[in-house]
């Protein structure tokens, strides 16, 4: 299985702060990997998709890059919406797998 | 309206069983391979299993293989999870998750809000 590592597993962040969440994958991936928001007690909510794509109805302030095992979220200016949990996820072979998570705290 | 709404959590003992259902409304159901995913308390997000669009291929994670089925009912629009042998491990938030096609890529595009499920003697 690919293991998905992410980091930090928190943080602790002002209201306009930029934001930068990265993960790993064990193997390359190219650019099947996926970023999703949790808020607690909530469903996930798909941000980017194939590595950089914003999903319907993102914000700009999100944006994503990376290829093979390296990938980053940014988030440009922290909104206080965006306290949150984060997730990556790879599609590139099954099972799917996630990565531990971010959760965005409110310094 | 686009939505999944799952249905059928609750308390379990170990060994038991539990059969979980997620109703599709607001889209062609039928287009769209279907996923389920489940969160431990206080925990990360952990797949469990998918299924092709329709019903032809199936996959499980190893933590469930042989003991989860998965299966749709496309006339009803409707996804299952048919848990048996039910472990204390078990317990969690089950989501169905919708895919989300771009070129070869999946990722998971329409959740549910969750189903809990409490494995517990």
């Known amino acids: 299985d690919i293991q998905m590592t992410q980091s930090p597993s928190s943080l602790s962040a002002s209201v306009g702060d930029r934001v930068t969440i990265t993960c790993r994958a064990s193997q390359s991936i190219n650019t099947f990997l996926h970023w999703y928001q949790q808020k607690p007690g909530k469903a996930p909510r798909l941000l980017i998709y194939g590595a950089s794509s914003l999903h319907s109805g993102v914000p700009s302030r999100f944006s994503a890059s990376g290829s093979g095992t390296d990938f980053t979220l940014t988030i440009s200016s922290l909104q206080p919406e965006d306290f949150a949990s984060y997730y990556c996820?790879?599609?590139?072979?099954?099972?799917?797998?996630f990565g531990g998570g971010t959760k965005v705290e409110i310094k | 309206q686009v939505q999944l709404v799952e249905s059928g959590g609750g308390v379990a003992q170990p060994g038991r069983s539990l059969r979980l259902s997620c109703a599709a409304s607001g889209f062609t159901f039928s287009h769209y391979g279907m996923h389920w995913v489940r969160q431990a308390p206080g925990k990360g997000l952990e797949w469990v299993a998918v299924?092709?669009?329709?019903?032809?291929?199936?996959y499980y994670a190893d933590s469930v293989k042989g003991r989860f089925t998965i299966s749709r009912d496309n006339p009803k629009n409707t996804l299952h999870l048919q848990m048996d042998s039910l472990r204390v491990e078990d317990t969690a938030v089950y989501y169905c998750a919708r895919v989300f096609h771009s070129g070869n890529s999946q990722s998971l595009d329409l959740w549910g809000q969750g189903t809990l499920v409490t494995v517990s003697s």
């Open positions: 996820q790879q599609s590139h072979s099954s099972p799917l797998t």
């Open positions: 299924i092709w669009y329709d019903g032809s291929n199936k």
